[in-house]
T-cell receptor
Framework: DAMVIQNPRYQVTQFGKPVTLSCSQT?????MYWYQQKSSQAPKLLFH???????NEADTPDNFQSRRPNTSFCFLDIRSPGLGDAAMYLC?????????????FGPGTRLTVL | AQSVAQPEDQVNVAEGNPLTVKCTYS??????LFWYVQYPNRGLQFLLK??????LVKGSYGFEAEFNKSQTSFHLKKPSALVSDSALYFC?????????????FGGGTRVLVKP
């Protein structure tokens, strides 16, 4: 089945220690998104890639970076995690950047910062 | 400002009874509307969406939603709830004229279906 995969499902890091979260997709979608979700709140969009074009949300901290080496993979790098960065991180994909296109989400990575 | 509201933080319903999860929106122009469900420690699963056409949209797992333009609502419904429907439900809107192509989520409604 075509799907969105996130690894690891659970990640523990130390305060200030860089961490990378991974997302891959077999849907061959052009757009990949990263969301942050805290305590069952609404997901908050951090940034997205349309193909190789990167679009950062205005309020996304500089501490968060992303890479998309190819169509299938996208990474979220947190350069110096703080306690406030503990959250569920969701990757999503859509075929295009059209408002009619459904976003399909991965299972998420729960990040704990000690 | 483009927004979507879910007025109920939690909905409790007995198994077998009808389930309704409310959503209202405020956008310029016609919206595209989505419902997602999230089970504990899982990502969001797409249920259904309204783009155009018939106001009654049927989706996955027996859910449906009715787009009501005059009331600016898109309530999610299921005729007979199951215990396994207990989860967190998000309504989302994608305004046609929005800048940045951003899906905007409501605050979520937790549904608890009791046996």
């Amino acid at each position: 089945d075509a799907m969105v995969i996130q690894n690891p499902r659970y990640q523990v890091t130390q305060f200030g220690k860089p961490v990378t979260l991974s997302c891959s997709q077999t849907l061959n979608h052009n757009v990949m998104y990263w969301y942050q979700q805290k305590s069952s709140q609404a997901p908050k969009l951090l940034f997205h890639y349309y193909d190789k074009d990167f679009n950062n949300e205005a309020d996304t901290p500089d501490n968060f970076q992303s890479r998309r080496p190819n169509t299938s993979f996208c990474f979220l790098d947190i350069r110096s995690p703080g306690l406030g960065d503990a959250a569920m991180y969701l990757c999503a994909t859509s075929l295009r950047l059209a408002p009619t296109d459904t976003q399909y989400f991965g299972p998420g990575t729960r990040l704990t910062v000690l | 400002a483009q927004s979507v509201a879910q007025p109920e933080d939690q909905v409790n319903v007995a198994e077998g009874n009808p389930l309704t999860v409310k959503c209202t929106y405020s956008v310029s122009g016609n919206p595209y509307l989505f419902w997602y469900v999230q089970y504990p420690n899982r990502g969001l699963q797409f249920l259904l969406k309204y783009i155009t056409g018939d106001n009654l949209v049927k989706g996955s797992y027996g859910f449906e939603a009715e787009f009501n333009k005059s009331q600016t609502s898109f309530h999610l419904k299921k005729p007979s709830a199951l215990v396994s429907d207990s989860a967190l439900y998000f309504c989302a809107v994608f305004p046609i004229k929005a800048a940045g192509n951003k899906l905007t989520f409501g605050g979520g409604t937790r549904v608890l279906v009791k046996p």
